[in-house]
């Protein structure tokens, strides 16, 4: 993969604010969006804040209100149109903002949502016939309400070019990312990812959230410190026996008290810590084949189909993209 040039002119995006949303998803949208990337060089985006009410303060969840600048034509007008969420995704928006939605579309905007927006755009008829996502408690409602919308609750995004979806709210983070990554390349989005302390490519779908592996924090005990020491010791092999030993416990109990921890088996918690080790030395330029040895594989091969697995791309690819 090689970098995207960077456009001559600034892309305009445009964000929807609605009375009693919740803040999160917007300010993600401000952080990936908003703040000047001179780091990244070249001419980045310009973002405008829009609602169906603008300059009057809209109450936000939490205690506080914000007023938006702009009102809906100028977010007809933008190049990409962001719907961070509805409030209530069994009534949809007002019949304003599906006509804006409609009108950008039309002329060529690329439009988007994050988590509950996915009931805004269909609502506007732009996922009609599709696939698409939203937060899995939302995705029953979204096929019911919209039959002819092919619901994806197992992604975290859906990327069409002109319309995509994403999933629950930290989802829109991988979107917003993806989004720089198509217009600016990995390498701006890899800057981009470090800035907010995010990973720049998140393996799996939201069913990653009943399965995720996590790092030993707070609580010590045995398992705990196991934990620890595994991480500190990936490049050794390393079994459940080897584990439960350190445990005192037998390989069973053992496996019955990971999982209860993390929610994972022992061995696919050390694939993904293994992974997630070996980006940093991809990063910095290393080979495949000595990363693979330095984080545990006990060969390239074995390397290369776990990788792919969880990054949708090779080692290779991923240290070209993201070592340049």
């Known amino acids: 993969m090689t970098d995207v040039a960077a456009p ?120 009609n016939g599709r696939e698409a996502t939203t937060h899995w408690q939302y995705a029953a409602l979204l096929a019911e309400r919209f039959p002819t919308v092919s619901v994806r609750p197992d992604v975290l995004y859906v990327d069409h070019g002109d319309v995509l979806t994403s999933a629950g709210s930290a989802a829109g983070l991988d979107l917003c990312l993806h989004l720089v990554r198509t217009d600016h390349g990995p390498a701006a989005a890899n800057t981009v990812a470090r800035r907010l302390v995010v990973p720049p490519h998140r393996e799996g779908g ?71 080790a070996s980006l940093p030395l991809l990063e910095a330029g290393e080979s495949v084949t000595r990363t693979a040895a330095l984080v545990g594989f006990d060969s390239p091969v074995t390397f290369r189909h776990h990788f792919g697995r969880a990054m949708g791309t090779s080692p290779a690819g991923y240290r070209k993209a993201f070592h340049g």
């Not at 962001?82 to 009534?91: C, E, F, K, L, Q």
């Open 8 to 127: 001559a002119h600034p892309h305009r995006v445009a964000v929807l604010v609605t009375e009693g949303m919740a803040p999160f998803e917007l300010s993600s949208v401000v952080e990936v969006f908003g703040l000047p990337r001179p780091e990244v060089g070249g001419p980045w985006y310009s973002l405008d804040v829009c609602s169906d009410r603008p300059g009057v303060p809209l109450r936000m969840t939490g205690g506080f209100a914000l007023s938006a600048e702009h009102g809906l034509d100028v977010l007809a007008g933008a190049d990409t149109v962001i719907v961070p969420a509805v409030v209530d995704p069994r009534s949809g928006p007002a019949d304003d903002v599906v006509q804006a939605l409609r009108r950008a579309h039309a002329r060529g905007a690329r439009v988007v949502s994050i988590c509950s927006g996915a009931f805004a755009l269909a609502a506007a008829g732009l996922l």
């Open 206 to 276: 939201q069913a990653q959230f009943i399965e995720a592996p996590v790092h030993p924090v707070g609580k010590r005990d045995d398992v705990g410190d196991t934990l620890a020491w595994a991480l500190d010791h990936l490049s050794e092999p390393i079994t459940v026996d080897v584990l439960a030993r350190r445990t005192h416990m037998a390989p069973r109990t053992f496996a019955r008290h990971f999982a209860r921890r993390t929610g994972t088996s022992p061995i696919r918690w050390l694939i993904a810590q293994r992974v997630q």
